[in-house]
């Protein structure tokens, strides 16, 4: 059994006498393990750095083996993200979300293309590319089978003034619909609408919604904690948030 393809690290772990554990996502093989020789040396442990884009190639004699990892460096994310703490901090939870949401061995090719996506605009700054990074919790949510349903409101049908999110089914809920009910509520940030960039007040709005299902659905159904990661993250972005008040 034998396959090449790019691929996001996910975690590297030391393994006997120098060598690592490697956990990646890759496009057609999902969440994939493998057994990377001299992955903990200093001559390879700059290559298995959560985050980074890499070309990777597994070998073993059986499919359901851990196999034989080895890989090329394509784009030193972590690397790039060690400058700004919020980059860090961001390509920290996807990695930990993707490594630990996300079954193993099954394909979810929208989770990567658009993680891949993430990375590859990071390097611009933290800032521009937490919108996205929203969305692609959205992603992974709906790849689990977890998707929100913003198109329209669950009470009265209107596709217009969408404002909530109901915690309990994931639908959203207009302004006026809302009204009795928004304490109870979560907000819907607008960018998760119209495909803008947000600010701090909404990216933090976005990540109390996708959390709240990740938690519950994603995490919870399997008895599992949310990543430290992504606490992390969501700490930091309500300390921008705060800054602006």
Same mark, same amino acid.
């Given at each position: 059994m034998e396959w090449q393809a790019p691929a996001v690290v996910l975690d590297a772990r &030391?393994?006997?006498?120098g060598a690592a554990v490697v956990t990646l996502l890759t496009e057609a093989h999902g969440r994939h393990a493998g057994l990377a020789k001299g /992955?903990? #040396?200093r001559v390879q442990a700059g290559l298995w750095l959560p985050g980074n884009l890499v070309e990777a190639r597994w070998t073993a004699r059986l499919a359901d083996q851990l196999g034989a990892l #080895? /890989?090329?460096? *394509?784009h030193p994310a972590a690397a790039l993200a060690m400058e700004d703490p919020l980059a860090l901090a961001l390509l920290s939870s996807a990695c930990a979300i993707a490594a630990d949401a996300l079954p193993e061995r099954e394909p979810h090719p929208r989770a990567?293309?658009?993680?891949?996506?993430?990375? /590859?605009? $990071?390097?611009g700054g933290a800032e521009g590319v937490m919108a996205d990074y929203v +969305?692609?919790?959205?992603? *992974?949510?709906a790849e689990l089978g977890y998707g929100l349903d913003l198109g329209a409101c669950a009470v009265t049908g209107v596709r217009e003034g969408l404002t909530h999110v #109901? &915690? +309990?089914t994931g639908r959203a809920v207009s302004a /006026?619909?809302?009204a009795p009910y928004a304490g109870r509520l979560l907000d819907l940030p607008r960018f998760l609408l119209d495909g803008g960039a947000g600010g701090p007040r909404g990216w933090q709005a976005g990540l109390r919604l996708t959390g709240h299902f990740l938690e519950r659905d994603a995490f919870g159904a399997r008895h599992r904690p949310v990543p430290e990661a992504r606490h992390? $993250?969501?700490d930091r972005i309500a300390a921008l948030a705060g800054a602006e008040d």
């Open positions: &030391p393994y006997g006498e /992955g903990a #040396s #080895s /890989g090329e460096l *394509v990567f293309q658009a993680l891949v996506s993430l990375i /590859g605009h $990071l390097a +969305r692609w919790e959205c992603i *992974v949510l #109901s &915690p +309990r /006026g619909a809302a992390r $993250l969501a």
